[in-house]
């Protein structure tokens, strides 16, 4: 069964700093691998979307790369804000010989930026 | 512009009572998610639909029922056999399940 492991579970950065976050997962078999963020109380918000074929995809400060045959990716975040402050959420969706897919999800990064 | 609209946001449920969650999407995506989140315990598949008219259990669907009638609907009843319903629940949808998903903005079930 696929597992999905984000370390650290929580970081705290001084404002400005550039910051990586990082996700493995078990099984290599993937369609795609997305990052979401979270912030308290509400849902989740698609940030980059990496499918199996590519090896990285970029919005405005972030950067996530997919390493399939290791089994990682990482969301790099250049010049972090306190806006960025928030849980950061790694998904995986594996292959599935029957047909149904369905996010494996990891439980989460908590990013705090301090002013 | 195109979504998912959960309601309502805070829903307060009595012991021994039936609630329904409502998960309407305009995205035209054929498959459709429920996931409870918990403190500390990451998100959950509660139940998902791939089409109209079929769903699957997920890893934790006891206590729970779906139906998918329409393809823009996937509401979710919290019956009295879930003896811990207090959490987030939140509802997402894709294409097909093999791309890019987009989530609601949750419910907040309470027992009272």
């Known amino acids: 069964k696929q597992e999905v492991t984000q370390i650290p579970a929580a970081l705290s950065v001084p404002e400005g700093e550039n910051l990586v976050l990082n996700c493995s997962f078990t099984d290599s078999a993937i369609y795609n691998l997305q990052w979401f963020r979270q912030d308290p109380g509400k849902g989740l918000t698609s940030l980059l979307l990496?499918?199996?074929?590519?090896r990285e995809q970029t919005s405005g400060r972030l950067n996530a790369s997919l390493d399939k045959s290791s089994g990682r990716s990482t969301l790099y975040i250049a010049a972090s804000q306190p806006g960025d402050s928030a849980t950061y959420l790694c998904a995986v969706i594996p292959y599935s010989g029957a047909g149904s897919y369905q996010l494996t999800f990891g439980k989460g990064t908590k990013l705090s930026v301090i002013p | 512009d195109g979504g998912i609209t959960q309601s309502p946001k805070y829903l307060f449920r009595k012991e021994g009572q039936n609630v329904t969650l409502s998960c309407e999407q305009n995205l035209n995506h054929d498959a459709m998610y429920w996931y409870r989140q918990d403190p500390g315990q990451g998100l959950r598949l509660i139940y998902y639909?791939?089409?109209?008219?079929?769903?699957q259990k997920g890893d934790i669907a006891e206590g729970y029922s779906v139906s998918r009638e329409k393809k823009e609907s996937f509401p979710l009843t919290v019956t009295s056999a879930q003896k811990n319903p207090t959490a987030f629940y939140l509802c997402?949808?894709?294409?097909?399940?093999?791309?890019?998903?987009?989530f609601g903005s949750g419910t907040r079930l309470t027992v009272v």
């Open positions: 997402a949808s894709s294409i097909d399940g093999r791309y890019g998903y987009t």
């Open positions: 639909s791939q089409i109209v008219n079929d769903f």
């Open positions: 990496i499918q199996s074929s590519q």
